[in-house]
């Protein structure tokens, strides 16, 4: 693995484990707020300058099946990580439906940049560890929006160490090719989000509010199945 | 003559009573189908051309959602403590926020295509949940439900829940907190001022 991708990794293993140590007087899912805000400012501020335009400029210049291909060739690796993840939830004929999607776009769909399997009916089912965790009994912890990298909570953000490690990009030894398919990788993930990024600009009163929210309550659907128990409608 | 008018009254209340009878996963298929064919047929609608869009969403959305009672729940227990008038202005610019919000997303929807799941409903529910999933390329599909009920008017739909998230139940923090920190009357200044703002792509 590079040693940026290392050092990030370590740097929130150390934001989780400080977190997660001052996080057990707290109750409430976002003890950090003015610091999360903070962190959502600083973001705004670098997305907003750098980042989006990055990916505004792809999604204008790049053809429509190319963007389709990238995102097909890591959702390919992502479709592996749903099929572990699936069989550490006890969900064996979705993991085997995650594994035969594998097979059949890395051979029949050229190494992923094809997806043949959605098109025979085998659909696509994301997963991660943090679910996964969450399924075990893990609390998820306090909120934590990390700039570049978006919302999380202790018990997701390690599920993101777990996968940052494992992720096969990682053990390429062509640092160029492998800096660059990182590259590739978070630019795909951004441009996929500029349209719900507009959607939070034009809906929310709150934009941080908003999306913490949204992205705990997505959350919890995920852990839950789909039946989450009722939320107590008063704080 | 008479009996030309005649057929065209009885036409016309045909034409009413099929609407009125026309299931909620009916009405919701329908709809979306209807929208995603203009979507594609129209160059200026792909291009987000705002007045367009926001004619579509008026013509062929809108009238399908009970904005009333989307605003009442979005509320919570608030609603009751609010006047009639605060209730009218509540609702009116929730409504031209979720249209905003529509308007600036519309125009990506041009590659999507919906599944439909089949409808769980006993005769005489008044109450129910239409689930769709939404297909779009090289991304895992995203569901998106409609808490529908029955109203003289037909189905109406009062509440969008996507991908686990409701919308009502997003924007009920949202309304409580600001209610909290000012008020019904800071809540509507809040809306009014948003919706003054520029125009979302």
């Known amino acids: 693995m590079n040693s940026f991708a290392r050092s990030i990794a370590s740097t929130l293993a150390l934001a989780c484990a400080l977190l997660a140590g001052c996080a057990t007087t707290q109750s409430r899912v976002d003890p950090f707020e003015p610091w999360n805000r903070a962190m959502y400012q600083v973001h705004e501020a670098v997305d907003g300058a750098v980042i989006k335009p990055i990916a505004e400029g792809y999604v204008r210049s790049a053809p429509e099946p190319v963007r389709t291909s990238v995102s097909n060739f890591f959702g390919n690796i992502d479709d592996l990580f749903s099929g572990i993840n699936h069989v550490l939830q006890g969900k064996k004929e979705r993991a085997g439906d995650d594994f035969g999607r594998v097979l059949l776009n890395s051979t029949f769909g050229i190494a992923g940049l094809f997806d043949p399997a959605s098109e025979m009916g085998i659909t696509k089912d994301k997963t991660d560890f943090g679910i996964t965790f969450g399924k075990w009994g893990a609390p998820q912890g306090p909120y934590i929006f990390v700039p570049l990298f978006g919302p999380t909570t202790v018990r997701d953000g390690t599920g993101w160490l777990v996968r940052i490690y494992a992720s096969p990009i990682g053990y390429i030894d062509d640092v160029r090719l492998r800096n660059s398919l990182f590259g590739l990788n978070y630019l795909d993930t951004r441009a996929q989000l500029l349209s719900a990024e507009s959607v939070l600009e034009a809906a929310a009163l709150d934009k941080y509010r908003y999306l913490r929210n949204a992205y705990l309550r997505a959350r919890r659907y995920q852990v839950y199945d789909g039946k989450p128990p009722a939320e107590d409608e008063e704080e | ?201």
């Open chain 2, 1 to 201: 003559m008479i009996c030309r008018w005649m057929a065209l009254l009885f036409a016309a209340s045909l034409a009413l009573t099929a609407q009125a009878q026309e299931a909620p996963d009916a009405l919701v298929k329908r709809v979306a189908e209807d929208v995603l064919q203009t979507i594609r047929g129209d160059k200026d609608l792909q291009a987000g051309n705002q007045a367009k869009v926001k004619q579509l969403i008026e013509s062929k959305l809108a009238p399908n959602f009970d904005f009333t009672r989307m605003t009442a729940l979005a509320m919570g227990k608030n609603w009751r403590s609010a006047t009639p008038e605060q209730q009218k202005m509540l609702t009116d610019e929730f409504r031209t926020l979720l249209v905003r919000t529509y308007s600036g997303a519309l125009s990506n929807y041009r590659d999507n295509t919906m599944d439909y799941a089949p409808l769980r409903m006993n005769p005489g529910d008044t109450d129910v949940i239409v689930r769709t999933s939404v297909r779009r390329p090289g991304q895992a599909p995203v569901q998106i439900d409609y808490s529908m009920a029955k109203t003289p008017d037909g189905w109406k739909a009062y509440d969008v829940i996507v991908a686990g998230v409701s919308l009502v139940t997003n924007y009920r923090d949202e309304f409580n907190d600001e209610i909290k920190r000012s008020g019904v009357d800071g809540l509507i200044k809040k809306l009014t001022d948003k919706n003054k703002g520029p125009t979302p792509k």
